[in-house]
């Protein structure tokens, strides 16, 4: 399947060997009472050092899960998990939790959302970074790790830090403590940062603080970032690259620039036609995409999309009924990776939105 | 923090002052007759007898004399005049045993040293025991030692607590003779006395009554291993010891102690099953043959060391959470 090719034609750095991150053909699978949830299937991207990947998608749609097995996130007696995840060139799948242990918040951090469940409300905003950062540098005194925090923290932009450093997480507000959160995950300088849906429980003017936040400092510590959000105004901003993710897989595939521009599988389209824009007719109504995602227990056969999408009559015979699209370059030749039957799917588009203006 | 402690004072003042009331109008209103009892104890009783102890100890009087003197008696102390002696009962007096004529302040502490060393050693088994398997059983949540904890857990605490310790005391005193003689030997007078003594007791007591313990923290424990923080610390790289003790059971223990206080007020207030069956003689014991005796004033006496108990163990258990979960403001 055109899934596992790691040759990737959206990779933008040049550099030799390979990039810094390497997902190929993972799959994650929870076994639970009611059956198999297949919550990754066949999932393969990759990224390059000072790059900045955003993976898109509904709730469910196995972004998260995916992001969280690149830490080994996952209880390895509770899950099952095939593929290759590669940090660095070090195989993550399979690797002992000791190892792990490592890895974690140490080459690859994680920024969480929600930072007020995701600290713990006993103990103190500076304790718990330099409690990340104590667990890599175990030679380091605790007034050294102190000292790392009271940096961080400065270096995240709160103000007083050095004051601040001894308050609890409930005396912090929102966005502070995001910017704690994205502090604890820079304790290590991190090759990799990953980031959950980092601004989603924020207001809109602290959600742009903390992506500039982010920005800024992946310009000045060139490290690679996930960003994994439902946000595509988000992904406007700060990806390099974006992963479309539906049910479980890779649907849509490539640089930034080309997906929103040219973007080719209908989930895609509904995904864009679902956002506000500043400049159009406040009188036309945004088109939700209709239905509900598809469940993981029992993921629709053929193209997991096929019970939302509009454009199936489009395809010949009963193909997006039948049989799953592979991933494979746009026929346009606009250079990503697509999921779809559809012959031109940019032809259709052009032609469905040709109709639309038409009513 | 200081104008908390001082409401929660006065309103665990307010709760005693009503329990001895309440006590006090039971007894009065109820279907007893001590001084008839009293007067039968003594042997050849006849009307005019019992009518004279009912006159010496004011059984006479309407009950808010009754209550005042007795009130009058706690914080200054007071003279007691019965079948012709004059008994000196020091404050705080809760009166005196009708049966051995003793001040029930004297009795009962003699009768606490045992319960208290009978409760506190066996809440040092149980608290620890019981946490520990119930961490272990969340930890390995859904394997087979989890079920069996579980399963074994709910066995025991099915059984009767009464029935355990007579089984234990049998078997292991009387016919296997594997455990040494209980008895409660005072810890000033000979420690090694009194830690065999209380051995079989102890053990029995923190097996039996960790295994609520073990469900309640297995629960509680797996809630906490579920919350996002606890996902933070190990995404950070600590060690799995540090994301379940310092992350998990930090957060976890909070519940549980509730509880605990709770229970520690109860046995402290006398641990009557055990007492009874390892024959030791505290304040359950000495409450159970009160009760027996229609003994009026020891009745009362425990039911307000009762109330003590329960209203500081709250108290205890709101300060605890204050020091360990910072976002509790005691006000």
């Not at chain 1, 955003?54 to 969280?68: A, H, L, R, T």
């Not at chain 2, 914080?75 to 004059?86: D, E, K, L, Y």
Request: net charge neutral.
């Amino acid at each position: 399947m055109s899934t596992k090719s790691v040759a990737d034609p959206t990779r933008v750095s040049e550099s030799t060997g390979e990039p810094f991150l390497v997902v190929d053909d993972l799959t994650v699978k929870f076994p639970t009472a009611d059956g198999l949830v297949s919550a990754v299937s066949n999932l393969s991207y990759s990224i390059d050092m000072g790059q900045t990947l955003g993976i898109v998608g509904e709730s469910g749609s196995g972004k998260s899960v995916s992001s969280m097995a690149v830490l080994g996130l996952h209880d390895a007696k509770r899950t099952q998990m095939s593929g290759s995840i590669r940090v660095g060139g070090m195989e993550i799948i399979g690797l002992s939790e000791t190892r792990l242990r490592r890895v974690r918040g140490n080459q690859v951090a994680m920024i969480f959302q929600d930072a007020l469940a995701a600290l713990h409300p006993f103990y103190r905003v500076g304790g718990q970074i330099s409690e990340a950062y104590l667990a890599h540098h175990p030679d380091a005194s605790s007034r050294d790790a102190r000292k790392k925090a009271v940096s961080l923290l400065d270096r995240v932009g709160i103000p007083q830090p050095d004051r601040r450093v001894d308050d609890y997480p409930h005396q912090f507000s929102g966005g502070m403590r995001q910017r704690a959160m994205i502090a604890m995950a820079l304790a290590n300088d991190p090759r990799l940062l990953i980031a959950d849906e980092p601004t989603t429980a924020l207001d809109v003017t602290v959600q742009a603080q903390i992506l500039d936040l982010l920005q800024e400092l992946q310009r000045d510590f060139g490290s690679a970032i996930i960003m994994v959000t439902h946000d595509l105004g988000v992904i406007a901003e700060m990806a390099d690259d974006v992963l479309v993710m539906y049910a479980g897989r890779a649907v849509e595939y490539g640089t930034t620039k080309s997906i929103l521009s040219k973007p080719q599988m209908p989930y895609t389209w509904g995904l864009l036609e679902s956002i506000p824009e500043m400049d159009t007719d406040p009188e036309i109504r945004l088109l939700p995409i209709p239905g509900l995602p598809p469940s993981l227990l029992s993921p629709p056969k053929g193209c997991a999309f096929h019970p939302r999408c509009r454009f199936t009559g489009e395809v010949e015979g009963d193909l997006c009924f039948t049989e799953l699209p592979p991933l494979d370059p746009a026929p346009d030749g606009s250079g990503h990776l697509i999921r779809c039957h559809l012959h031109d799917p940019a032809e259709t588009l052009s032609r469905d939105n040709a109709l639309k203006s038409e009513v | 923090m200081f104008g908390y402690l001082v409401r929660r004072l006065l309103s665990a003042m307010l709760v005693i002052f009503v329990t001895s009331i309440l006590v006090f109008t039971l007894f009065f209103y109820g279907p007893s007759d001590p001084g008839l009892t009293l007067c039968e104890k003594s042997g050849r009783c006849t009307p005019e007898r019992a009518a004279l102890i009912d006159k010496a100890l004011g059984f006479d009087d309407p009950v808010t004399t009754q209550y005042a003197i007795y009130v009058k008696g706690v914080f200054a102390g007071r003279t007691i005049n019965i079948g012709g002696s004059a008994i000196n009962c020091p404050r705080p007096c809760f009166g005196i045993s009708y049966t051995t004529r003793q001040p029930v302040s004297q009795i009962l502490s003699q009768r606490i040293p045992a319960t208290v060393s009978i409760a506190l050693g066996g809440a040092l088994i149980f608290f620890p025991l019981g946490l520990l398997l119930g961490v272990l059983a969340a930890r390995k949540r859904g394997s087979a030692t989890d079920r069996m904890l579980v399963g074994s857990s709910l066995v025991l605490s099915s059984i009767p607590y009464y029935l355990v310790a007579l089984l234990a005391y049998l078997y292991l005193v009387l016919i296997w003779g594997v455990a040494p003689t209980t008895a409660y030997t005072p810890i000033t007078h000979n420690p090694v006395a009194w830690f065999t003594g209380l051995l079989l007791p102890w053990l029995v007591l923190g097996i039996t009554n960790s295994t609520a313990y073990a469900r309640f923290g297995r629960g509680s424990m797996v809630d906490s291993l579920s919350e996002d923080y606890v996902r933070t610390a190990k995404a950070k790289g600590l060690t799995q010891r540090k994301v379940l003790i310092k992350h998990g059971l930090r957060a976890a223990i909070v519940p549980v102690l509730t509880i605990f206080g709770l229970d520690l007020a109860t046995l402290l207030a006398g641990t009557v099953f055990t007492e009874q069956i390892f024959g030791i003689q505290g304040i359950g014991r000495e409450a159970l043959q009160a009760i027996g005796d229609q003994n009026f004033p020891v009745i009362s006496a425990t039911v307000l060391l009762a109330a003590v108990l329960v209203v500081a163990a709250n108290v205890a258990v709101d300060v605890m959470y204050s020091v360990i979960d910072p976002r509790v403001r005691l006000s």
